[in-house]
């Protein structure tokens, strides 16, 4: 595999890995409008897999940066940690939805 791909490889990872993560963080979200704090509970645990995901992939690139091998930054590598910060942001105030939520459904 050559540097491009493997940094595409990444890249995709990011991306993914942080639109999974707020889609289930807005999944939780709306579970616990209607109640359901299981299940509310279950879809901030699966955010914050897909965050740990894309954590690992981060961590990954910033190994490479530290050994010498830099990585090209171009608009799409940039999109990718946008969309990671995105839901890392969406799944702190997700998480406190569910907390309010349960307070009013009390």
């Known amino acids: 595999m050559t540097e491009e791909d493997s940094n595409l490889q990444v890249t995709m990872q990011l991306i993914i890995s942080g639109g999974n993560a707020k889609g289930a ?11 359901d704090f299981d299940e509310a509970e279950k879809k ?9 995901e894309a954590h690992n992939a981060q961590t990954g690139m910033l190994t490479e940066e530290a050994q010498g091998h830099h990585a090209e930054v171009n608009l799409l590598m940039v999109h990718g940690q946008d969309h990671v910060m995105n ?20």
């Open 87 to 106: 839901a890392i942001t969406f799944r702190d105030l997700a998480g406190q939805m569910v907390d309010l939520y349960k307070q009013v459904k009390k």
């Open 25 to 35: 963080a807005m999944e939780a979200i709306n579970a616990a409008k209607v109640g």
């Open 44 to 52: 901030l645990k699966a955010a914050d897999k897909f965050l740990s």
